[in-house]
């Protein structure tokens, strides 16, 4: 079984929480939907189900298309995700500096 990472354990492991977690972690590169689902650790259909509500939100965005397959990142520019990339790495370090305590101590 996978660890779950300090986000998906503070705010839940749903789709739409773990395809977030790993747009947030991995930002550097654009990826197909295909690649999002499968790192995310989501059936690409259930991907399906909630991607357009992002797209529409402005939450991601496609970045250039490869081939067929179309490339998205997180949409860096969105306040929204500005405030939630920030919420993300801070909730990943409160839970890291829990995790240290007992070694430090």
Same mark, same amino acid.
């Not at 079984?1 to 503070?10: G, K, P, Q, T």
């Not at 690649?35 to 059936?43: C, H, P, S």
């Not at 993300?88 to 370090?93: I, R, S, T």
């Given at each position: 079984? /996978? $660890?779950?990472?300090?986000?998906? /354990?503070?705010f839940g492991d749903y789709p739409v929480n773990r395809v977030l977690?790993? =747009? &947030?972690t991995f930002d550097e590169f654009d990826y197909s939907m295909t $690649? &999002?689902? $499968?790192?995310?650790?989501?059936?690409y259909s259930t991907l399906l189900l909630f991607w357009a509500k =992002? /797209?529409?939100k402005g939450i991601v965005l496609s970045t250039?298309?490869?081939g067929k397959s179309k490339m998205y990142k997180l949409n860096r520019e969105n306040p929204v995700v500005v405030e939630l990339v920030k919420l993300?790495? +801070?909730?990943? +370090?409160q839970e890291m500096q829990k995790m240290l305590k007992p070694i430090e101590a």
């Open positions: 079984m /996978e $660890e779950m990472s300090s986000f998906l /354990e503070v977690d790993f =747009l &947030i $690649e &999002i689902a $499968e790192n995310a650790g989501v059936g =992002l /797209e529409a250039r298309k490869v993300h790495w +801070q909730v990943c +370090q």
